[in-house]
């Protein structure tokens, strides 16, 4: 090209510049949660000695068995395409899984495999239209709202609070549905406050959807870290499983965050959409993770439990001493491993949040990046040893001690 062009056409300089950023990014920030993790991660590549509250991701390593299927895959040459809805065997497993643990009436034929990240932001880009509104909790984990946004949709927010143990309640819902409403987004267990909803709760939101004809998308990552009550899938009621989309995935039930691994079961007319952005997309997660999803679905259960165990213990050790310090209140969450403190010093959560990492070199998440509502507190992951549990509240307490001489 020597710069000539057809009469007609512009130059550089001609027209107002353009701009990369599309206009659905605005109001789209970077993942809160991604970015404090990326302060810890570089401070402790510093050497600093930081005790992490912040990211969620389980502190166990993943199970030998699962790393060794993965190692023998990549062994057997397994490094080339397969399908693109995901192994035929793995998401036999996975149907069966979900019949299994979860009664969901599912076949193969209804899981892609997929990150379970992926796999919200492909079933919410398939479902919705721009201007449709999208029914979800404030705080909410970080990223559905964005995903909405991209999609050309509008979040509509239910505030949650810590007085019905942060559960979305019907009535709630009931109150902001309008004819634009498509799509409701349930995640219980809850990430950031750990709210586990009730069996009443479940029956209320599915026979909120069945009248006012939503569909729902139930995001069930954390459903093996139940520690009172019991997990209900909203696809397992009666009616349900035409209009939900369920979600779910490794990474914390096995511990395999990095794997990217997870799932979602859908009947057939949304799956076939979700299927699309799959193909356009990423076209499969990477085929030896999967033989490690295999391994972990057909090897020993074992670790689940073991791993819930130990996180009951932690939670009742951190919600505790939480609650000594003066200046904290904290309810105790009855699922994942989050807690949502409140606290009455006289700064905002990411002051707060600051604070902690400067003052005691304690990293938690603050509440205001999981939405307006979260204000006033700290997401803190208790995915930590018991020792450091122990040591990061001892230096919490030291720091707001120095706050609340200074504060008030
Ligand atoms: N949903 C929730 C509620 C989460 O907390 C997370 C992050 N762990 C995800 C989805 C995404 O999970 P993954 O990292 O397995 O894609
Ligand atoms: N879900 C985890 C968290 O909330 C990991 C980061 C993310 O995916 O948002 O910390």
Redesign the pocket.
């Known amino acids: 090209m020597d710069g000539s062009m057809a009469p007609g056409l512009w130059r550089a300089g001609e027209r107002d510049r353009v701009d990369f950023r599309a206009q659905r990014m605005r109001g789209v920030e970077l993942?809160g949660?991604?970015k404090?993790?990326d302060i810890v991660a570089k401070l402790k590549a510093q050497g600093k000695e930081v005790i992490s509250f912040?990211?969620?991701?389980p502190d166990f390593p993943t199970p030998a068995h699962i790393c060794d299927a993965a190692k023998q895959s990549l062994d057997r040459g397994e490094t080339h395409y397969v399908s693109s809805n995901g192994i035929p065997e793995l998401r036999q497993l996975i149907a069966q899984k979900s019949q299994r643990d979860n009664k969901i009436p599912c076949e193969a034929k209804h899981v892609i495999v997929t990150p379970a990240?992926q796999a919200i932001f492909e079933s919410i880009l398939a479902s919705i239209d721009p201007g449709d509104e999208v029914v979800l909790t404030d705080p909410a984990?970080?990223?559905y709202e964005p995903i909405i946004r991209m999609a050309g949709g509008k979040p509509v927010v239910v505030a949650v609070d810590a007085r019905d143990e942060f559960r979305m309640l019907p009535e709630d819902v009931a109150s902001v549905l309008t004819p634009k409403t498509k799509l409701l987004i349930v995640n219980s267990p809850n990430?950031?406050t750990g709210s586990v909803l009730r069996e009443q709760d479940v029956r209320g939101l599915c026979d909120l959807a069945q009248d006012k004809d939503l569909w729902v998308l139930s995001d069930e990552i954390y459903e093996k870290l139940v520690f009172d009550g019991q997990h209900h899938s909203l696809a397992a009621q009666p009616g349900m499983f035409e209009r939900t989309v369920t979600v779910n995935g490794f990474?914390k039930s096995y511990a395999m965050?990095g794997w990217r691994l997870g799932w979602v079961v859908a009947p057939e007319p949304a799956l076939n959409e979700i299927s699309k952005v799959q193909q356009h997309s990423i076209t499969h997660p990477t085929s030896f993770a999967q033989a490690g999803g295999i391994a972990a679905l057909k090897g020993p259960q074992k670790s689940i439990e073991e791993m819930a165990h130990e996180f009951r213990a932690r939670r009742d050790l951190i919600v505790e001493g939480l609650n000594k310090i003066p200046g904290w209140k904290c309810n105790k969450p009855q699922g994942a491993f989050y807690v949502f403190p409140s606290y009455d010093f006289p700064m905002n959560s990411q002051e707060l949040s600051d604070h902690l990492l400067q003052e005691a070199g304690v990293a938690v998440?603050a509440g205001s990046a999981f939405g307006r509502a979260g204000e006033g507190h700290v997401?803190m992951?208790y995915a930590n040893s018991r020792a450091n549990l122990q040591k990061g509240l001892e230096r919490i307490g030291e720091a707001c001690a120095k706050l609340g001489q200074r504060g008030r």
């Open positions: 993942s949660t991604v404090a993790a912040s990211v969620g991701e990240k984990w970080v990223s990430n950031p990474s965050t998440t997401r992951s």
